[in-house]
């Protein structure tokens, strides 16, 4: 409970901690343009939009708020919260836990493999950006097969040392994940830019309410309900046509 105290309280005074130097820095590794293959993956999506239950607006709102409520959540974002605290108190054996953790809660083979083939794509874009022994000491890790090297731990090393808060390194990896998805959405069903747009805008009041929900809970709230989503993903590899590589 006074971890959960803690994290709101610090939330509550993020607007002093956030300099717009780190703002600049967590925008450059959501860019779309950031090389880590984020946005090749659909996590699923794309077995929805081909068995047409994703065909409006409406649905792929739908979805996003599944996938942010009862993946994100519970997931990538709690495990973030918590690889942030361990990089905080430099506590390796920790992290090395929520490595296993993070893959061992991903069903699918196919969401699995995105976790650590991004992770290892973002340290290899990001190590030249600074100077971090701590992330150096997880390279190796990574380079040793000691750990997986999924994304969640990963970023959440990378921002702890960047010295950006909390909150808002949940609250932009959450923003960026659904953004992807609307993104490969508009490429995939026959709707246009603006419709795209209209529900990311949609979804920000949610990516606000989940990274606030994150601040609350702890690593005993971990848990997987997106089971739709997972079986989603174990069926994508078996599509007669893909866009995406999950």
Not at 13 to 29: E, P
Not at 59 to 69: G, P, R, S, T, W
Not at 91 to 100: F, I, Q, R
């Amino acid at each position: 409970m006074k971890r959960q105290n803690d994290d709101l309280n610090s939330h509550l005074n993020t607007a002093a901690t956030l300099t717009d130097f780190s703002l600049l820095r967590l925008l450059q590794i959501h860019d779309s343009a950031f090389p880590i293959g984020s946005y090749t993956h659909s996590y699923g999506m794309e077995t929805y939009i081909q068995e047409d239950i994703i065909r409006t607006k409406e649905q792929l709102i739908d979805y996003c708020k599944a996938y942010l409520f009862h993946n994100l959540v519970h997931g990538d974002a709690l495990i973030i919260q918590e690889a942030f605290h361990a990089a905080q108190a430099r506590d390796m054996t920790y992290l090395k836990e929520l490595d296993v953790l993070c893959g061992a809660m991903k069903l699918a083979k196919e969401s699995r493999d995105a976790s650590v083939n991004v992770g290892k794509q973002f340290m290899r874009t990001v190590l030249p950006l600074i100077e971090s022994s701590f992330l150096l000491q997880w390279q190796q890790k990574i380079e040793d097969e000691e750990v997986k090297g999924h994304y969640a731990v990963l970023y959440a090393i990378y921002c702890e040392a960047l010295g950006v808060d909390l909150y808002h390194a949940v609250m932009t990896f959450m923003y960026a994940s659904i953004s992807g998805l609307v993104q490969n959405a508009v490429r995939a069903v026959p709707f246009g830019q603006n419709t795209g747009v209209q529900a990311l805008n949609a979804l920000l009041v949610s990516v606000e309410e989940a990274a606030k929900l994150v601040m609350t809970l702890t690593i005993d709230d971990m848990a997987n309900n997106a089971l739709g989503i997972e079986l989603a993903s174990m069926k994508h590899e078996f599509l007669f046509s893909r866009l995406f590589i999950s």
